[in-house]
Structures are given as structure tokens and as C-alpha cells.
């Protein structure tokens, strides 16, 4: 079992820029949620799909986007990229039934 | 909604000492509480939960956790410690029913000294 796998692992973008990060959940898990993790704090939750659709969604702006395909696997795009994006962005994933969250390693995204 | 507190930014350890992480939590509604750890460069990985029943908790590594209801509290002990320990640790929420959204404190810097 491969578990929650994230790509890339890190990023350097500047300003302005629009980024796209990838994740495919542990296997069996239909349900995919997006944390941004800033330096020295805890994961904070973007939002979570399920069914290819968003079904929640934390305090983040609408530069923050996402987009779930067939096979679960999941996108997360920022547009407008602003310095304050700089984070360690956290894909997990959960049986729809499920109580426990599986994390990937994270991508690294630095906005200069 | 949901809120977690932990008291503690850092908490230095000397090795076989035994330690607590200390986490308090704020809802209005039932939640279920998580305690996950977090090495260096890497993401989060579980090390116990709490959903019902018997409120002593235990997990990996030789982590257990106490729910206490009327103190609305969630904290983490170990009673010797090894280098291998040294972490991030992050105390979180979830509301009964709504498993996906996890509410996380803002994590405990245990380092062990040997």
C-alpha cells in the first residue's frame, strides 16, 4: 500500500504566479482534504472533496481551488500567488465512513 | 465551531524522563480528539485517537492520552521518553459526524536530551 503520495515535493514560484499540487489518496479512500501548514504552525484545512465536488471548505479565499477526478486523486490550485502562500501544503485522505485522516509527506511551496 | 489549545510551544525532556504535552479544546457539539506527530521534513502520522468509550487512551510509541470531558482536555503522556521521540506534536479536533475537517492546535516541540 502506497499511502497518500504528494507531488511535487517542493516548489519555488514568485508572485503573481498560479501553482498546482497533486495527490492521490491511500487506497480505498474516496475522500480527499488539503491543509496549508504555514512555519511554525498547525495544519489549517482548505477544504475537502468527495464525489469529484467540494463539500467543505475552511477559511481561505477563492484564489484557493481544487479539483477532484474518477479515480480519487486530487488537484489543489492557487492562483495569484501572494508571498503569505509560502507553506507546506498537506494532502490527506479518508474513507468516506471513516474517522481517521491519512496524511502525505507535503509539498514545499515557497513564493519569492 | 471548533478551537485547540496547547499550552505548550516547546517542552525539553531528558531521555527515560517521563513527559505530558498538554491540549485543551473548545466546541459546542461532541468531537472526537487525535494527537498526531510530525518529524522533520515529513507529514503527520497518527498516533492515537479518541471516539468513545473508555477515556485512557492508548497508541503508538508508548503514547497514551486522557480524555477528561469536564475539563475539556486531551493530554498526551509517555512515561520514558527516547531520543527518537523528538517531533512536532499536534493535538486536533473533528466534530462527531464530520470526520474531514480537522481542527489542529498550533503543535508542541518536544526535544530529548540525552
Known amino acids: 500500500d502506497a499511502g497518500v503520495t504528494q507531488s511535487p515535493t517542493h516548489l519555488i514560484k514568485t508572485r503573481g504566479q498560479q501553482v498546482t499540487l497533486r495527490c492521490s489518496p491511500k487506497?480505498?479512500?474516496?475522500?480527499v482534504c488539503w491543509y496549508q501548514q504555514a512555519l511554525g504552525q498547525g495544519p489549517q484545512f482548505i477544504f475537502q472533496y468527495y464525489e469529484e465536488e467540494e463539500r467543505q471548505r475552511g477559511n481561505f479565499p477563492d484564489r484557493f481551488s481544487g479539483h477532484q477526478f474518477p479515480n480519487y486523486s486530487s488537484e489543489l490550485n492557487v492562483n495569484a500567488l501572494l508571498l503569505g502562500d509560502s507553506a507546506l501544503y498537506l494532502c490527506a485522505s479518508i474513507q468516506r465512513d471513516g474517522n481517521e485522516q491519512f496524511f502525505g509527506p507535503g509539498t514545499r511551496l515557497t513564493v519569492l | 465551531a471548533q478551537s485547540v489549545t496547547q499550552l505548550d510551544s516547546q517542552v525539553p525532556v531528558f531521555e527515560e524522563a517521563p513527559v505530558e504535552l498538554r491540549c485543551n479544546y473548545s466546541?459546542?457539539?461532541?468531537?472526537?480528539l487525535f494527537w498526531y506527530v510530525q518529524y522533520p521534513n515529513q507529514g503527520l502520522q497518527l498516533l492515537l485517537k479518541y471516539l468513545s468509550g473508555s477515556t485512557l487512551v492508548k497508541g503508538i510509541n508508548g503514547f497514551e492520552a486522557e480524555f477528561n470531558k469536564s475539563q475539556t482536555s486531551f493530554h498526551l503522556r509517555k512515561p520514558s521518553v527516547h531520543i527518537s521521540d523528538t517531533a512536532e506534536y499536534f493535538c486536533a479536533v473533528s466534530e462527531v459526524g464530520v470526520n474531514e475537517k480537522l481542527t489542529f492546535g498550533t503543535g508542541t516541540r518536544l526535544t530529548i536530551i540525552p
Open positions: 487506497s480505498g479512500h474516496d475522500t
Open positions: 466546541s459546542s457539539v461532541s468531537v472526537y
